[in-house]
């Protein structure tokens, strides 16, 4: 078949690679515009762009709104448009072209964790179990018919950006034999069930936020869900009263220390030791503003900070 495969984030870029050595044509690559990033803020491309340009696919940057887009989507004649991660909603008009329409790869077992962050709501939530589905896009979010699945098990250390890594590379196999069971004519979409619909809505900076007075499995569950993006932080008080803003990297529970008040801190010289409602947990890795990730014990060491310290403010972990 002659595919547009739509996609931005590295998440997408197994699921091109997989296309493009498929026995489908990959005739044009749609992807989000190039974005300022770092601190000179100057223009990066997705990482489907670098993929797409770097096996001579040509690239279309263009936002899907307006006739001249649909006008050269109808130009590319394409059978179907493989989605992986997009980033734009896409008009009525637009779904109609593809004879078979556009096959969104999505990062959970829908209609479970219907939205933007799947992985991170899955990861946060104690999920044992997650997968990928590919569906139909429709006007509705991940609401579309179901064509494939395929089940993953989050393991009791993964962080968001393991178990997406992992989804990443299966959720390719998958399109690819969706794609290839849709022109065989071997697949019969089947509406979504009315039940277990939850949605993952995108996490912000407040939803990274680790409140300590939250038992630990949370607060671990919390911090995982949140790594790499857009990464758990808390806060630390400073001598003249101030506070500083503190990423943290995911922790190890500790069931064995129970005598910590939530928040406060116990730093030793191997490791620095957290109280939560509880039990404690060890922070392993922190990232203090400006600087780069380091190891818990040499943060708290160069900080200077006693057994005293809560970590939050005041106000976020009185009882």
């Excluded at 209609?111 to 896009?137: C, K, N, S, Y």
């Excluded at 034999?177 to 900076?205: I, M, N, Y």
């Amino acid at each position: 078949m002659r595919l547009l495969f739509a996609g931005t984030p590295e998440a997408a870029v197994p699921s091109l690679q997989a296309l493009i050595a498929s026995r489908h044509d990959v005739v044009a690559v749609l992807t989000r515009a190039d974005a300022p990033a770092g601190r000179g803020r100057r223009l990066v491309p997705s990482p489907v762009r670098v993929a797409a340009e770097a096996a001579g696919i040509p690239v279309i940057t263009d936002v899907p709104r307006g006739e001249e887009f649909l006008a050269r989507l109808r130009d590319l004649d394409v059978d179907a448009a493989p989605v992986v991660a997009y980033g734009h909603l896409l008009r009525p008009e637009v779904l109609a072209v593809p004879r078979h329409g556009w096959v969104n790869l999505h990062f959970s077992l829908l209609p479970a964790w219907r939205g933007a962050a799947p992985v991170q709501r899955a990861v946060m939530a104690g999920d044992e179990i997650t997968g990928a589905t590919t569906f139909v896009l429709d006007e509705g979010m991940d609401t579309g018919p179901v064509l494939g699945t395929m089940t993953e098990t989050i393991r009791p250390r993964d962080t968001a950006g393991d178990l997406l890594g992992r989804l990443a590379d299966a959720g390719a196999g998958l399109l690819v034999a969706t794609l290839d069971a849709l022109e065989d004519g071997g697949l019969d979409p089947q509406p979504q069930p009315t039940d277990g619909v939850s949605l993952a809505a995108k996490l912000t900076t407040a939803d990274a936020h680790v409140d300590f007075r939250d038992p630990a499995l949370a607060v671990d569950r919390r911090i995982r869900g949140c790594t790499p993006a857009p990464g758990a932080w808390t806060t630390v008080p400073g001598p003249d009263g101030d506070t500083a803003r503190l990423g943290l990297g995911p922790v190890t529970p500790r069931p064995d220390v129970t005598d910590l008040p939530p928040g406060q801190l116990r730093a030793g010289k191997r490791e620095v030791l957290v109280g939560t409602a509880t039990h404690a947990v060890q922070l392993d890795l922190v990232q203090p503003v400006g600087k780069k990730p380091m190891a818990a014990a040499d943060w708290a060491r160069g900080a200077r900070l006693d057994d005293g310290t809560v970590l939050g403010t005041p106000a976020e972990v009185a009882p």
